[in-house]
């Protein structure tokens, strides 16, 4: 077999699988999103009365006020920045780790109003790997719920409807554990979300 015949055939193949890799497959991935899961294939999108994109209910965001459940801590950017998702890169005997999570351990305290040796869940104080999850456990939802209730002047009791009411199950049943979707109560709460 001569070189140039060895050519023509790598040159075909790469062409062959640039068609099918970068052509076919993307459009029936594109295709078949946009068919079967339009809201999942186009970003979960929740649009504001005049859809306008205010936000995605796939990726966390910063709720600072007192009025709004608190996000878990986030070291993507300045927080919840999606360009520069991830974790700390921390390792478990990192001084600064302990440090920051101290810290948020006292902070959360003091801002839900709890005793100096309650216990804190952790996902109220560590970060997730993505450093955009959208979720929180219900355990920490359910502690911050007295202090969003006396904020907006309703009850507890109607605020842990709305809770539950936001919690995501676990995936296909069985993996992970229910999680409260911030973004959805958030927006719910502003009246913004339904």
């Keep these: 077999m001569s070189i140039l015949k060895e050519i023509k055939i790598s040159v075909l ?16 991935v594109y295709g078949v999103g946009q068919a079967f899961f339009p809201r999942q294939a186009n970003g979960s999108l929740v649009l504001d009365s005049s859809g306008k994109p205010i ?11 007192d009025k ?6 986030s070291a993507a950017g300045n927080g919840y920045d999606s360009t520069q998702s991830g974790g700390s890169n921390y390792g478990a005997t990192s001084q600064a780790l302990h440090d920051a999570v101290a810290q948020r351990i006292s902070d959360y305290r ?10 804190v869940p952790a996902d109220a104080v ?14 920490n939802a359910l502690l911050q719920v007295p202090r969003v209730a006396k904020v907006r002047n309703m009850s507890e009791d109607d605020l842990k409807k ?19 979707n911030i973004i959805k109560l958030n927006l719910a709460l502003d009246g913004k979300y339904k």
Excluded: M, W
């Design 55 to 65: 936000a995605s209910t796939l990726l966390g965001q910063t709720f600072a006020a």
């Design 13 to 28: 193949i790469t062409l062959v699988l640039l068609i099918v890799c970068c052509g076919i497959y993307p459009l029936v």
């Design 126 to 139: 560590e970060a997730s790997g993505s450093g955009l999850d959208p979720h929180i456990s219900i355990k």
């Design 162 to 180: 709305l809770v539950d009411q936001y919690t995501d199950g676990r995936d296909f049943g069985i993996l992970g554990e229910p999680g409260v």
């Design 110 to 119: 003091k801002a839900n109003n709890l005793a100096a040796d309650a216990p």
């Design 68 to 73: 709004y459940f608190n996000p878990r801590p």
